[in-house]
C-alpha cells in the first residue's frame, strides 16, 4: 500500500513533458519526476512520496533542474571560447619571441665572427709583409742571411700561429658565451609552451566533458557540478598574463644583450655584455702572508694586479691566472693609483712628502714591464697635497690631478708635455679619477660619496651619489663606461659593490658582497677587467666574479 503524505506536507507533483523514458529510478522503474536538493538526488514520484516527503527534503521538477543546469554551462561556453581566442594569440606570441630571439642572437654570433675573422686576416696580412722584407732582405745577401732569415721567418709562423690562436681561443669563448645565453632562452621559452600547452589541453578536455554530459539528462545532473567546479577553477588561474608577462621580459632581456668591443691601453678586447645578469664566485685567489697589509690600487692588465704593502710600501703584483704573487718594488713611496698605457709602459700616481717649488717632483712616475723606473713626470703644484691621481685615457694620453684641486693634466707619455688643462668649476679632487670612452671623466669629489663626470672643457655632464656609500671607491669598464662603485654597507656589516650608468643612473645594487679580513685597514677597490670580470679583495684573497646571463 502506497505510503501517504502527513497533513500540511503534502508535494503537488505535476506530469512531466518531453520526458526522457529512458532515464528511470533504479528502484521503481519509473520515470524521474523530481530533484531532491537535500540528499542531491533524482527521485521518481514513489520515492517523493515516500522518502523525501518531509522536511529538510525540498523537491524541485527534474525538468527545471536540467533547464537551470544546462543554462549554466552555456552560459561558461563565451568565456572558454573567449580564453581559447587569447591562448591561440599566446602561442603565436611564443612563437615570435622564440624568432626575435633567435635572429638578435644570431646577429651576436655573425658580428663575433666577423669581427674575429678580420682580426685574423688582418695578422696573417701583416706577418706576411714582414715575411716579404725578410725574403728582400735576404735576396741581398743570400750567403750570409740565409740562415738568419730561415729562422726569422720561422718565428714570425709561430708568432702569427700563437696570435691568431689567441683570437681563436676568445672568439670561442664568446661563442661559447652566446650559445649558453640561447640555451636559457630557449629553454624558458620551452617551459612556457609547456605551461600554455597545458592550459589549452585543460581547456579542450572541459569543452569535451561538457559535450559528453549534455548528452543525456542523468549524466548532465550527476557530473554538472564536477564540470563547472573544474571549469571555474582553470578560469581563475591567470595562465594567459603570466606567461605574457614572462615572453615580455625574456623580449627586454634578449634585445639588451650585444657584442662590445674595442681597445684598452692598446690591446684589443671583445665580450658579450649590456644585461644586468647575475656575478657567480669564479676563483678565489690566497694573498701570501707576506703581504701583511695589503692595498689595492689597480690592475697593469689583464691578468695583473698591482698591490701595496701599507706596512713597509712593498709592491707586489698578483697574476690571476697563476696566482702567483711576486714581489716587484721593495719599499719606497705609497702608490695612489695605476694604469696601463701599453704592453710595455705603466704610469703609477705618488703620495710623497712636502715639497717647495712650483713644481710636484717624482709623484708621477713611468715604469717598464719589469718595474724598472723609465722616468718621473712632472705637474704644477697647487697647494700644499702631495697626493696625484693618475689614469690612461682612450688615446693613450695620462691624466693626472692633485688631490684638493681643480685641475686635472692631460700628459702625453712620448714626451711628458701637458697637452690640455681642464678646470673643474666649484668643485676640487678628492681623489681616484678615471678616464671613460667618450673622451669624459669620472672624478671623485667629496670624500665617501660623491663623483662627477665632466667633459674636456671642465663642464660637468652627470652627478653621481648615493647616501649608502660610504667609504666608496669607484672603477670603470673601459669598453662599456660602467661604473663598479665599492662602499662599506654599513646595516649588513659587509661590503657591497653597485653597479651604474656614466650617466648616474644606479643600474644593480649589491651585484657583489663580501666581509672583509682584519687584516686590512683599507677599502679596495672593485677592479673591472677589459673583458668584463670583478675583482675584489676581502683582505686574505682576491676573489674574481664572472657575470652570466640570467632570466
Known amino acids: ?44 514520484d514513489r520515492c517523493a512520496i515516500k522518502e523525501h516527503c518531509q522536511k529538510p527534503c525540498e523537491l524541485d521538477d527534474i525538468e527545471d533542474v536540467i533547464f537551470e543546469r544546462r543554462k549554466k554551462l552555456d552560459e561558461k561556453r563565451p568565456k572558454i571560447q573567449e580564453l581559447q581566442k587569447q591562448m591561440k594569440a599566446l602561442d603565436l606570441k611564443i612563437k615570435t619571441a622564440l624568432t626575435s630571439g633567435d635572429t638578435n642572437l644570431q646577429t651576436v654570433n655573425n658580428n663575433i665572427q666577423a669581427s674575429y675573422h678580420n682580426k685574423i686576416k688582418s695578422v696573417e696580412e701583416k706577418e706576411d709583409r714582414m715575411i716579404r722584407v725578410i725574403n728582400e732582405e735576404a735576396d741581398e745577401e743570400i750567403k750570409r742571411v740565409n740562415e738568419k732569415r730561415e729562422k726569422r721567418i720561422k718565428n714570425c709562423t709561430t708568432e702569427r700561429e700563437k696570435e691568431q690562436n689567441i683570437i681563436k681561443n676568445k672568439e670561442a669563448k664568446l661563442l661559447s658565451d652566446a650559445k649558453k645565453i640561447t640555451k636559457i632562452i630557449s629553454k624558458k621559452i620551452k617551459d612556457l609552451t609547456i605551461k600554455s600547452q597545458h592550459v589549452i589541453n585543460t581547456i579542450k578536455n572541459i569543452e569535451s566533458n561538457i559535450t559528453r554530459i549534455n548528452q543525456h539528462d542523468e549524466t548532465l545532473v550527476n557530473e554538472a557540478s564536477q564540470v563547472l567546479a573544474s571549469i571555474n577553477e582553470n578560469l581563475s588561474l591567470n595562465v594567459h598574463q603570466d606567461v605574457s608577462d614572462c615572453l615580455d621580459l625574456i623580449e627586454s632581456e634578449v634585445e639588451r644583450v650585444k657584442f662590445v668591443e674595442g681597445e684598452v691601453c692598446g690591446e684589443y678586447y671583445g665580450k658579450i655584455d649590456g644585461y644586468i645578469g647575475k656575478w657567480e664566485l669564479a676563483k678565489s685567489i690566497h694573498i701570501p702572508s707576506v703581504v701583511d697589509e695589503p692595498c689595492v690600487f689597480g690592475l697593469v692588465s689583464e691578468d695583473e694586479i698591482c698591490v701595496q704593502d701599507r706596512d713597509n710600501n712593498d709592491m707586489y703584483v698578483t697574476n690571476i691566472s697563476t696566482q702567483h704573487t711576486e714581489k716587484v718594488i721593495d719599499g719606497g713611496v705609497l702608490i695612489t693609483s695605476c694604469a696601463p698605457i701599453d704592453s710595455n709602459v705603466i704610469v703609477c700616481g705618488k703620495m710623497r712628502g712636502y715639497c717647495t717649488g712650483d ?193
Not at 501517504?4 to 526522457?20: S, T
Not at 693618475?390 to 685641475?407: F, L, P, T, Y
Not at 677592479?527 to 652570466?548: E, H, I, Q
Request: aromatic share 10%; net charge negative.
Open 1 to 44: 500500500m502506497a505510503a501517504r503524505f502527513p497533513e500540511g506536507n503534502q508535494v503537488q507533483l505535476r506530469p512531466r513533458k518531453g520526458h526522457d523514458m529512458t532515464w528511470s529510478c533504479d528502484k521503481h522503474g519509473e520515470p524521474i519526476a523530481f530533484y531532491c536538493k537535500k540528499h542531491g538526488l533524482p527521485v521518481c
Open 359 to 551: 713644481r710636484l717632483e717624482g709623484h708621477i712616475t713611468l715604469y717598464d714591464r719589469q718595474w724598472k723606473v723609465i722616468r718621473d713626470i712632472t705637474i704644477p703644484r697647487n697647494g700644499i697635497s702631495m697626493s696625484v691621481y693618475v689614469d690612461v685615457d682612450r688615446d693613450g694620453m695620462i691624466i693626472a690631478a692633485q688631490w684638493n684641486q681643480s685641475n686635472i693634466y692631460i700628459i702625453n707619455p712620448a714626451d711628458d708635455k701637458i697637452v690640455n688643462t681642464i678646470t673643474m668649476q666649484g668643485k676640487v679632487v678628492w681623489g681616484e679619477i678615471h678616464a671613460l670612452s667618450s673622451g669624459d671623466i669620472v672624478v671623485k669629489t667629496s670624500y665617501h660619496n660623491e663623483y662627477t663626470v665632466i667633459s674636456r672643457s671642465g663642464e660637468e655632464k652627470a652627478f653621481i651619489h648615493c647616501d649608502e656609500w660610504d667609504w666608496s671607491e669607484c672603477r670603470v669598464d673601459k669598453l662599456t663606461d660602467t661604473l663598479y662603485i665599492v662602499y662599506w654597507d654599513e646595516p649588513r656589516m659587509t661590503y657591497a659593490v653597485d653597479q651604474v650608468s656614466r650617466d648616474g643612473i644606479i643600474q644593480a645594487r649589491r651585484i657583489v658582497e663580501y666581509v672583509e679580513s682584519d687584516r686590512t685597514r683599507f677599502i679596495s677597490p672593485c677592479l673591472v677587467t677589459p673583458s668584463g670580470n670583478l675583482v675584489v679583495c676581502d683582505g686574505d684573497k682576491f676573489l674574481l666574479y664572472k657575470k652570466t646571463f640570467v632570466l
